[in-house]
């Protein structure tokens, strides 16, 4: 069973940078895609972006000017970073195993709760 | 960027009795490959979202029967035949054609 935890500051003022890392056990960041996914208090899901285990990002057009994502397959890790925050970027932020072959979003992190206030 | 609708936002159900949701796109799903990349996840309170059925109408493992999935094209339905109360929470849809994007959500309560 894969297992995705989220690590990272829970409260980022506005105008820096949040930054978030997912380290995936019991499994291989190899062969897979793997993303970030937001969820504001009380609303839907949002999806940021994924990457794949070679480093080739895919990010959501709304968000594009303001995300990285990266992996690092040597520690089991991928990242996110998103510029610029405000007030609109406090939300739940979820990491995911993406695309398999036939399945997406089979595994998730447990989500943490990013704060964007001042 | 394709846009996904689910209808009702909201579903009142009976134990026992059955539940359907209906997801539909802007775009077609269905891909040059053959596939059709629909998915259906259910999130209950307090939890991460988990996946229930993959490509409209394949069931994930673990997910019992009870759930199926059918559609085509732009036009989608997930199904519960007998709902229990532990199927309460909010269903989403997801395309995966053209990177992703998710429904508004349904919440189901008993």
């Known amino acids: 069973q894969v297992q995705l935890q989220e690590s990272g500051p829970g409260l980022v003022k506005p105008s820096e940078t949040l930054s978030l890392t997912c380290a995936v056990s019991?499994?291989?960041?190899?062969?897979?895609?793997w993303s970030w996914i937001r969820q504001p208090p009380g609303k839907e899901l949002e999806w940021i972006g994924y990457?794949?285990?070679?480093?080739?990002?895919t990010y959501n057009p709304s968000l594009k000017s303001r995300v990285t994502i990266s992996v690092d397959t040597s520690t089991n890790r991928f990242s996110l970073k998103l510029t610029s925050v405000t007030a609109a970027d406090t939300a739940v932020y979820f990491c995911?195993?993406?695309?398999?072959?036939?399945?997406?979003?089979?595994?998730w992190g447990q989500g943490t709760l990013v704060t964007v206030s001042s | 960027d394709i846009v996904m609708t689910q209808t009702p936002l909201s579903l009142s159900v009976t134990p026992g009795q059955p539940a359907s949701i209906s997801c539909k796109s802007s775009?077609?799903?269905?891909?040059?490959?053959?596939?059709?990349?629909l998915y259906w996840y259910l999130q209950k309170t307090g939890q991460s979202p988990q996946l229930l059925i993959y490509?409209?109408?394949s069931r994930f493992s673990g997910v019992p029967d009870r759930f199926s999935g059918s559609g085509s094209g732009t036009d989608f339905t997930l199904k519960i035949s007998r709902v229990e109360a532990g199927d309460v929470g909010v269903y989403y849809c997801?395309?995966?054609?053209?990177?992703?994007?998710f429904g508004q959500g349904t919440k189901v309560e008993i």
């Open positions: 997801m395309q995966g054609i053209n990177g992703r994007t």
């Open positions: 995911a195993r993406d695309w398999t072959g036939t399945t997406v979003f089979d595994y």
């Open positions: 990457i794949s285990y070679t480093g080739n990002p």
């Open positions: 019991t499994g291989s960041i190899s062969p897979y895609y």
């Open positions: 490509e409209v109408s």
């Open positions: 775009q077609s799903l269905l891909h040059s490959d053959g596939k059709t990349y």
